[in-house]
């Protein structure tokens, strides 16, 4: 991937659906040092590794979308943890992660005003209670076919002093 090469002031990046990205290509997105939104959606051939490359140098990406692909899990959300400080940004929809990887992400990132979780099914009343806890600046959550969660962990949610946005489904509130 030599998209990178002679694009030193490209801020935003819509990769979705490329099949032909790979997770070294993630180490060109991570040298391009204006890089701020990267949206990686539905490519199917990016994994843990890949983000771990991104997290290695994409501490700008302040938005990142890797919803639908299907080889991340709670060891990407390690990566994002450990590298992607300014993010405001997640979006994980159908991603195979858990309360444990939310966990390392919430009390890493909490400046975080937008996460999407949507049909992340793993996803349980205990990782809204760490949302509630430690993402007090959250805004937005989708948590459309989270079939893991119940009426108490929403409750947490609600108590968002912020949160103006929820979705969960068909039914999408503004609050």
């Known amino acids: 991937m030599n998209v990178s090469l002679g694009l030193n002031n490209l801020r935003s990046i819509n990769l979705s659906f490329c099949a032909n990205i790979r997770d070294t290509g993630l180490k060109c997105l991570a040298k391009m040092g204006s890089l701020s939104h990267v949206n990686l959606r539905s490519c199917d051939n990016i994994s843990d590794i890949g983000i771990a490359y991104l997290a290695d140098g994409g501490s700008r990406i302040q938005t990142l979308d890797v919803s639908f692909c299907d080889k991340i899990g709670d060891q990407a ?3 994002i943890s450990q590298g992607l400080y300014n993010l405001r940004s997640l979006s994980l929809n159908a991603c195979h992660v858990t309360d444990e990887g939310l966990n390392k992400v919430v009390r890493t990132l909490r400046d975080l005003t937008a996460l999407n979780i949507g049909q992340c ?3 349980t009343d205990k990782g809204l209670g760490l949302i509630g806890d430690f ?3 959250l805004r937005e959550i989708d948590l ?5 969660i119940t009426t108490v962990g929403l409750e947490r949610i609600m108590q968002l002093p ?3 946005v929820l979705n969960l489904g068909l039914w999408h509130k503004r609050v």
Request: charged share 5%; glycine share 6%; proline share 0%.
């Open 144 to 148: 459309y076919g989270c079939t893991s």
């Open 162 to 164: 912020h949160l103006s």
């Open 77 to 79: 959300l390690v990566h």
């Open 135 to 137: 993402l007090t600046n």
């Open 121 to 123: 099914s793993r996803i």
